[in-house]
C-alpha cells in the first residue's frame, strides 16, 4: 500500500549523534533523490529511499519491511522527516 503520511514518528533521543542536533551538520550531508537514509521509529531502525529534498524536511520511500512500526507505516509507505532524524546514509 502506497500512501503519504504527514510525519514519521521518529525517536529523537540519546541514540541519534549529537551532531545531528546542530543545523550546521545538515549543510555538511549531502543527500540527494535516489539516496538512502537511514532512521529509526523507537523501536528499529530502516532504510528509506529518498524521493525529495527540501530546507527543512525530506520525503522518502520505506525500503524495507517494518516489524515493529506502532503508526501503522510499512513497506513503501511515502514518509516525510526532518533532516535531524536521519542517523546514517548511502548514495
Known amino acids: 500500500m ?15 549523534p549529537k551532531s545531528r542536533e546542530d543545523p550546521k551538520y545538515d549543510k555538511d550531508i549531502d543527500i540527494k533523490v535516489g539516496h538512502f537514509v537511514k532512521l ?10 529518498v524521493l525529495e529534498v527540501k530546507a527543512s524536511t525530506l520525503k522518502g520511500r520505506i525500503d524495507n519491511d517494518l516489524i515493529m512500526s506502532t ?21
Do not use: A, Q, T
Open 2 to 16: 502506497n500512501r503519504s503520511k504527514p510525519y514519521l514518528r521518529i525517536y529523537d533521543g540519546d541514540i541519534l
Open 40 to 49: 529509526c521509529n523507537n523501536y528499529e531502525r530502516f532504510w528509506v529511499e
Open 71 to 91: 503508526d501503522g507505516n510499512e513497506y513503501n509507505d511515502v514518509i516525510e522527516f526532518r533532516w535531524r532524524n536521519i542517523m546514517d546514509h548511502m548514495e
